[in-house]
Structures are given as C-alpha cells and as structure tokens.
C-alpha cells in the first residue's frame, strides 16, 4: 500500500464546475505539498500545508491531521485548469518528499 | 530571479553511454533534490545534497547512479552504462533552507532522457 493515496486517478469535469481531490497518508508528516504537472511536464507548487486551510485564486487546499487527510478544491474550473495534480508529504522532519500517483483532471468546455 | 534550470531538456543515448545532468537551483537555495518519474508511474525521490554534502540518498539505485553538488557550479546527476529502464523524466528541485521538513520546493522543467 503506497504512504500517500490520491482518488480519484482521473477526473473529467466541465467548466464551471466544482472540484474536489482528495488525498490521504498512512504516515506521520511534518507537510503536505499539492503540485501541478501541465501537459508539458512542467512541474508547480501550488500549496505547502501543516494545518488549516490555504486559499490562492480559484484553488483551496485543506488538510486535516487527525483524519490524515487533504482536499484540493478548485472553483469554477476552466480548461486551463486540465493538468495532473500531485499530493507529496514530507514524512516525519524529513526533506524528501513522497508522492501521490496524481490525478488526471481534464476540463471541457 | 531565474528559477530551477536543468539541462539539457531532452537527452538520447545508447545502452553503454554515460548520462549526465545538470541543475542549477535557484538563487539562494542551497538545497538541491533529484527526483525521477518513470512512464506512466508518479515521482520518486532519488538523492538530496547541499552544497558538497549528500544528505540522505536513499532513493538511488545502489549500482550506476550517482549524485554531486559542488561548491561551485551545477549539481549533477550521473547514469553510467544507462540502459533502457533509465528512460525517464528526471526532477530537480530546489529549496532554501529546512526547517524541520517544511520547505516549499521549487521545481525545475526535467530532463527527458530516452535510451535506445
């Protein structure tokens, strides 16, 4: 069983719409990381979260440490939004992070 | 400020060739980490070094691979005798300090390296 579990694997969804990523862990972390991969393979830290709740734009990440579990909300999604997106932890204090398999989000007009 | 540069971007070589990759962190950042994503399947960490120091290497292939980060110039990942399960994407990412595993790492765009 992977540390780090992301559902749903893929995602279609069609603009406009709310979206919800759910991630969750088996282990003790010190963060939780939510990164975007583009089309192009480029890589993007969205959020760094260790509680609570981070908001940037149309993105809400959450995290909840006794249910060790996290969200990634995007609101009104739009086609540009279509990408792969990653959960990471670092375990324990270390710097190294895991990751999650991705989830494949694709947004239609 | 310039983010993470890696090069090259795109890389082919023959089974028995050596590969090297370069990555430049970012300005200030003085730790680097080398990730690798395989076809089809997620990132995974490879090596983490500071400037002259590898920190944790766990993630390294025990044969072929290594991993340097000079005191001066790019931090360097080395396949010897690649072979075709070498092909992939491989990661650099930097960050500027650690406090206690809490760092944003900034990425940079990967070097494709396809073995024939």
């Known amino acids: 069983k992977n540390e780090v579990e992301q559902s749903p694997q893929n995602l279609t969804a069609q603009e406009g719409e709310f979206i919800t990523i759910n991630c969750s862990y088996s282990?003790?972390?010190?963060?939780l990381h939510w990164l975007q991969q583009h089309p192009g393979g480029g890589i993007v830290s969205l959020f760094m979260?260790?509680?609570g709740k981070k908001k940037h734009g149309r993105l809400i990440a959450t995290i909840n440490i006794q249910e060790k579990h996290s969200s990634l909300h995007i609101t009104a999604s739009h086609p540009r939004d279509s990408a792969v997106y990653i959960c990471?932890?670092?375990?324990?204090?270390?710097?190294?992070?895991?990751f999650g398999t991705g989830t494949r989000l694709q947004v239609t007009l | 400020n310039a983010g993470v540069m890696q090069n090259p971007r795109h890389l082919v070589r023959r089974r028995g060739q050596e590969a090297r990759l370069r990555c430049s962190p970012m300005?200030?950042?003085?730790?680097v980490y080398w990730y690798r994503q395989l076809p089809e399947e997620g990132l995974k960490f490879m090596v983490y070094?500071?400037?002259?120091?590898?920190?944790?290497e766990s993630g390294m292939p025990k044969e072929r691979f290594s991993a340097e980060f000079p005191k001066e110039g790019p931090s360097i990942l080395r396949i010897q005798q690649v072979v075709r399960g070498d092909s992939a994407a491989y990661f650099c990412?930097?960050?500027?300090?650690?406090?206690?595993?809490?760092?944003?790492?900034?990425f940079g765009p990967g070097t494709r390296l396809l073995v024939l």
């Open positions: 990412a930097s960050s500027p300090r650690i406090s206690g595993g809490r760092e944003t790492q900034y």
């Open positions: 282990v003790g972390i010190s963060a």
């Open positions: 979260l260790s509680s």
């Open positions: 990471a932890v670092n375990t324990g204090t270390a710097s190294k992070l895991t």
């Open positions: 300005k200030g950042h003085s730790h």
């Open positions: 070094l500071q400037k002259e120091n590898i920190i944790d």
